[in-house]
């Protein structure tokens, strides 16, 4: 087997261990009818319980890509052992590391994009909305790129930027599961964005 042939098998093996994971995430919450509750991307998402569960559908998600990520590993393995070396490797190489940037989260790595603080966080928000602490008379939070508005007098509510959010994406499937390959689902904003002046109609991922 040449060398050329060899790298063309481990590219193709981590490759499909990169993306197998992530497929759940990719595939299953861009359904139409999983998303009739939410206006297409990109526009703002109106906060109610749909949104709540929503994010906690992700992160079921997230964590549900561990159990997948088994699967190219044993493949791999098996493929080391009996199959195709390079191939395999690629597999085991790449499946591998998805396990370790998963499982850092627990000994103090980044949190996740989806958690269940950020769901009661919104949860939160929507509460306040409904109180005599309501931001306006007839409040409307909405989430955008930036942060969590209210549609109606422009106030800023909330900091929390938005992450992918399972619907289906403006810039088509296949750039838009390349973004999100990319980002692994984690807002397009750094911290240092949370420091600038940011307008009602940010809307635009």
């Not at 079921?60 to 052992?81: D, E, N, Q, T």
């Not at 088509?172 to 692994?184: A, E, V």
């Amino acid at each position: 087997m040449s060398i050329l042939s060899s790298t063309l098998y481990f590219v193709a093996g981590f490759i499909i261990a990169f993306i197998f994971p992530r497929l759940p995430g990719i595939l299953i919450t861009r359904g139409k009818g999983f998303n009739t509750n939410f206006p297409p991307h990109p526009e703002p998402i109106p906060l109610s319980p749909y949104l709540t569960q929503r994010i906690l559908h992700m992160r079921m998600f997230y964590w549900l890509g561990l159990v997948v990520s088994i699967v190219p590993l044993a493949f791999g393995l098996v493929s080391v052992r009996w199959g195709n070396v390079p191939f395999g490797f690629g597999l085991w190489i790449s499946s591998g590391w998805f396990l370790l940037s998963r499982l850092q989260v627990f000994i103090g790595g980044p949190k996740p994009p989806w958690t269940l603080e950020m769901a009661e966080r919104i949860q939160l928000v929507i509460n306040e909305s409904k109180s005599d602490s309501k931001c306006c008379e007839y409040p409307s939070p909405s989430w955008m790129l930036s942060g969590i508005y209210c549609i109606s007098c422009e106030k800023k509510l909330d900091d929390l930027f938005r992450p992918d959010l399972g619907r289906k994406r403006s810039d088509g499937f296949l750039m838009g599961t390349i973004r999100l390959l990319s980002t692994d689902g984690y807002p397009m904003f750094d911290a240092e964005f949370n420091k600038k002046e940011t307008r009602i109609d940010d809307s635009e991922e």
